[in-house]
Nanobody, 125 residues
Framework: QVQLVESGGDSVQAGGSLTLSCSTSGYTSENFLAWFRQAPGKEREGLAAIYTGGGSTYYASSVKGRFPISRDRAKNILYLQMSALKPEDTATYYC???????????????????WGQGTQVTVSS
């Protein structure tokens, strides 16, 4: 049984850094794992994704170069290393896994079968 559990959310000052972790127990598929975020009143936004079969990564322009995604296969943990944080990065951050067939865009929330419960990140100016 796949279970995704995020951790690492916190309140930080603008310009600071934070690393989010997502335990991906039971996830053995060669498929996508991804990070999303959702701010109050806004749509869920895809940030970064990694294809576990070959390691290819995908990034939204808003976070490319600031939020690298990585995975520790042995520990079954997905990471999002966030740096140069801005107040507009304030949101609940979610990890997601397994893009169902017929859904091809790794940064679209559509088609992801597994979701974590989210972890809150607050960036103050």
């Amino acid at each position: 049984q796949v279970q995704l559990v995020e951790s690492g959310g916190d309140s930080v000052q603008a310009g600071g850094s934070l690393t989010l972790s997502c335990s991906t127990s039971g996830y053995t598929s060669e498929n996508f794992l991804a990070w999303f975020r959702q701010a109050p009143g806004k749509e869920r936004e895809g940030l970064a994704a990694i294809y576990t079969g070959g390691g290819s990564t995908y990034y939204a322009s808003s976070v490319k170069g600031r939020f690298p995604i990585s995975r520790d296969r042995a520990k079954n943990i997905l990471y999002l290393q966030m740096s140069a944080l801005k107040p507009e990065d304030t949101a609940t951050y979610y990890c997601a896994g397994y893009k169902s067939s017929g859904y091809s865009r790794p940064l679209s929330a559509d088609g992801y079968k597994y979701w974590g419960q989210g972890t809150q990140v607050t960036v103050s100016s």
